[in-house]
């Protein structure tokens, strides 16, 4: 009789603690906790750890979770067109790409001081993956990042500058911690156009890093930037203190594929 009142009375107080834990966990915003605090306390009665080890347990799940959210959040904010990370890169099959100077960059150093990153070279060699790379690699670690190609950069701030929020938008860019520009050479741009990027690019000078990727030589800019002292003030902005990396003219694709495995054919 004793002994089914005791458990009678457990069950009870642990569905009103479970009660009470899902209450202040909404409250609080612990949805971690909130979902996990049953499996977790059941784990540190098995193990028979103490209250502080299970709380101290419980507050971990909730930190490692949120930090999650927060790393795919800033991925997802970023607009990446897919995800590449630099582990993925293959240097076996880019033998103009220095590792220890990936290595470097993975760190995400040069963003403390504002250096930018020009990766140049024909397309196909990987360009746009290292890029990506660079600008998950920088979300991973807590900074503030935006991907875009120069062609879509610069109609955002077309438009902007139409509707009279150019200011604003270029402030934006301005607080961010890598602002990554894809495919600059791919489409000829406007004196305007010009301009505008000049103007994006002159914000983060010397204070916020500048990835771009390019398939033209720093000679050829001139060929899509046509005015001679603006397409020289740009290059001036992206190549001081930068760190350039040259992917070549050979296909990284072509030289991935070569350099995997040869699938097994089944014999009909």
Not at 11 to 22: G, M, R
Not at 107 to 125: A, F, N
Not at 197 to 219: C, D, G, H, P
Request: aromatic share 4%; with cysteine.
């Amino acid at each position: 009789m004793t002994t089914t009142t005791t458990t009678t009375t457990t069950t009870t107080t642990d569905t009103a603690a479970s009660a009470a834990i899902e209450a202040a966990a909404r409250e609080l915003r612990l949805p971690s906790i909130r979902e996990h605090a049953g499996r977790l306390a059941a784990q540190a009665q098995r193990a028979k750890a103490t209250y502080l080890g299970f709380l101290a347990e419980s507050l971990t799940v909730e930190v490692d979770d949120r930090t999650e959210r927060r790393r795919a959040r800033r991925i997802h904010e970023a607009r990446f067109p897919r995800i590449k990370r630099l582990a993925d890169f293959d240097l076996d099959a880019a033998p103009t790409i220095n590792p220890a100077t990936i290595a470097t960059l993975a760190t995400g150093s040069y963003l403390d001081t504002g250096e930018p990153v020009v990766l140049i070279g024909d397309s196909g060699t990987g360009k746009t993956h290292l890029l990506i790379g660079l600008g998950i690699a920088a979300c991973e670690q807590g900074r503030r990042v935006r991907y875009a190609t120069c062609a879509q950069l610069v109609n955002e701030l077309v438009e902007a500058a139409d509707e009279r929020r150019l200011a604003r938008l270029v402030t934006r860019y301005g607080r961010l911690d890598l602002l990554c520009v894809d495919e600059l050479g791919y489409v000829q741009l406007d004196s305007r156009g010009a301009e505008l990027l000049f103007q994006v690019l002159t914000e983060r000078e010397e204070k916020a890093s500048v990835a771009v990727a390019s398939n033209l030589s720093f000679s050829e800019w001139g060929q899509i930037i046509t005015d001679p002292r603006l397409v020289s003030a740009v290059i001036d902005r992206v190549t001081f203190n930068a760190h350039i990396l040259e992917t070549g003219t050979d296909s990284y694709r072509h030289r991935t594929s070569r350099t995997r495995s040869p699938r097994t054919t089944r014999n009909n």
